[in-house]
């Protein structure tokens, strides 16, 4: 019913910068809480940034001052602009949203796929 697409990961110096995008399609009425999660080999998966519908942010203490989340709601997308790459920053990016289906009071939490984002020299 609901796809989340990610987009952007890649292979980056450290000190480089990269920017995420994930677009939410489908059976959507609503999108409340839209977040970037990372998880690296041998590590559980863990929140990096989060943003809700007004604009509220919320950052892991690893990224803050460095990344930056972002949504424009019209397209149902969500952005992490991420600077100041460093090695421990290497991980599989994953996108989630909670989505309210069209049609229905229920709220579902999606994820992406996942785009992996690799610093090194």
């Known amino acids: 019913q609901v796809q989340l697409v990610e987009s952007g990961g890649g292979l980056v110096q450290p000190g480089g910068s990269l920017r995420l995008s994930c677009a939410a399609s489908?059976?959507?009425?609503?999108?409340?809480?839209m977040g970037w999660y990372r998880q690296a080999p041998g590590k559980q998966r863990e929140l990096v940034a989060a943003?809700?519908?007004?604009?509220?942010?919320n950052y892991a203490d690893s990224v803050k001052g460095r990344f930056t989340i972002s949504r424009d709601n019209a397209k149902n997308t969500v952005y992490l602009q991420m600077n100041s790459l460093k090695p421990e920053d290497t991980a599989v990016y994953y996108c989630?949203?909670?989505?309210?289906?069209?049609?229905?009071?229920?709220?579902?939490?999606?994820w992406g796929q996942g785009t992996q984002v690799t610093v090194s020299s």
């Open positions: 489908g059976s959507i009425f609503s999108i409340a809480t």
């Open positions: 989630a949203a909670s989505v309210t289906i069209r049609y229905s009071s229920s709220t579902w939490d999606y």
């Open positions: 943003i809700t519908t007004s604009g509220s942010t």
